[in-house]
C-alpha cells in the first residue's frame, strides 16, 4: 500500500542524505539521493499530497543539476529526467 511505500522511500531518502553528505563527490551517492527524492515524488503525488510531491521533485532537480555542476556521470535515464525537469520547473525556480 502508499502508506508503506512513502515509509519505505523515507528510510531510503534518509539513508542517502547520510550517504551523500558523507561524500558529496561521490556520483553514486548524488544519483541515489536524487533517485529517492523522485521516488517519494511519485508517492505523493500518488496520494494526493500535491504541495509534499512538487517539493520532493524540486529537491530531485536541484540534485540533478548539482551533479550536472560537479561534472558527475549521469546516465542516460538521469540526463532525460534533468532535462524534462528543466523545463517544467526552470520557469518557477
Excluded: T, W
Aim: aromatic share 6%; proline share 5%.
Amino acid at each position: 500500500d502508499a502508506g508503506r511505500a512513502l515509509a519505505s522511500y523515507q528510510q531510503s531518502l534518509e539513508i542517502a542524505q547520510r550517504l551523500y553528505e558523507q561524500n558529496p563527490n561521490d556520483a553514486q551517492a548524488a544519483r541515489d539521493l536524487s533517485v529517492s527524492f523522485f521516488k517519494l515524488f511519485q508517492v505523493e503525488q500518488q496520494v494526493g499530497n500535491e504541495p509534499a510531491a512538487l517539493g520532493h521533485l524540486r529537491s530531485c532537480h536541484r540534485m540533478l543539476r548539482e551533479m550536472e555542476r560537479a561534472g558527475q556521470f549521469m546516465d542516460p535515464p538521469l540526463r532525460n529526467l534533468l532535462d524534462q525537469l528543466d523545463r517544467a520547473l526552470a520557469p518557477e525556480e
